[in-house]
């Protein structure tokens, strides 16, 4: 399996790193792609990349919780760093009006201005969508680049992945949330090809069951596989080798 979306470089994992990276090889995850988040956290995410080679892949980009007053410096940060190595994608990027609506507009100059970048470097991208389903699209309307990358955390309807099939060429990321009771997005799951979803799990966030609640981890991913699996009605090994196989043609990791 590969989680597309972990943050191990998160400071809940400060005590057990080791284990919980061990947990998540024995588990079967193959690798997993690490999000930048903003200026402070980038040190961290190049260490853990610097010390799981093959397994852990930074990704640079602003995250729009993260933008603020300083949001100039904040995005010139990802274009000075963006030569330093290899990313396997830009993100996370994208718009998030649950969090604020004070910074709407730099949100969306910000999430335009990352998209042209990685049209313009031929790298996917990470989106985080949340209430903005709409401002997104907009976005992706006014860059009017090919784009190719993963709809991060995605619990939209059949009809929303429909609209981002027709905007790009993209993935949907599925996390914990299918696990949850009641949760629309496994109705969504059922019709969406296995061949446009990704595995993810947002790490240390959206734990799945039967750990809702605590801390997650990677090696957790496998219960969203087994919850696509059950959904879809075919063996966890389908799940498995397809997403994978997904993962690796979006993030080229076996063509470098
Ligand atoms: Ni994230």
């Not at 059950?230 to 994978?244: D, I, P, Q, S, Y």
Request: aromatic share 12%; with cysteine; charged share 30%.
């Amino acid at each position: 399996m590969i989680d597309t979306h972990s943050h191990i470089y998160d400071e809940a994992y400060k005590e057990d790193f080791d284990e919980m990276i061990s947990r998540a090889r024995e588990t079967g995850v193959e690798r997993l792609v690490m999000p930048g988040i903003d200026s402070s956290c980038h040190d961290d995410m190049v260490a853990c990349a610097d010390a799981l080679p093959g397994f852990a892949y930074p990704a640079i980009g602003l995250h729009p919780t993260e933008i603020g007053e300083n949001w100039r410096e904040e995005l010139q940060f990802v274009y000075d760093h963006f030569d330093d190595r290899p990313w396997v994608a830009i993100g996370e990027i994208g718009m998030d009006l649950y969090w604020s609506r004070e910074y709407q507009k730099e949100q969306m100059e910000v999430f335009c201005a990352q998209l042209s970048l990685a049209a313009e470097k031929d790298l996917p991208v990470i989106i985080h969508a949340r209430e903005a389903t709409e401002e997104i699209f907009e976005c992706l309307r006014r860059v009017a680049k090919p784009l190719r990358g993963s709809f991060h955390a995605f619990t939209g309807s059949y009809e929303t992945y429909r609209r981002i099939k027709a905007a790009g060429d993209f993935y949907v990321g599925i996390g914990g949330v299918v696990t949850f009771k009641n949760a629309h997005i496994a109705q969504a799951v059922e019709r969406i090809p296995l061949e446009d979803i990704l595995l993810e799990t947002d790490a240390p966030y959206l734990t799945p069951v039967p750990y809702r609640g605590k801390r997650n981890e990677s090696a957790y991913v496998r219960y969203v596989a087994e919850k696509i699996a059950a959904v879809k009605g075919v063996a966890f090994e389908v799940v498995n080798r397809v997403t994978t196989e997904n993962a690796a043609d979006l993030f080229r990791f076996f063509k470098k």
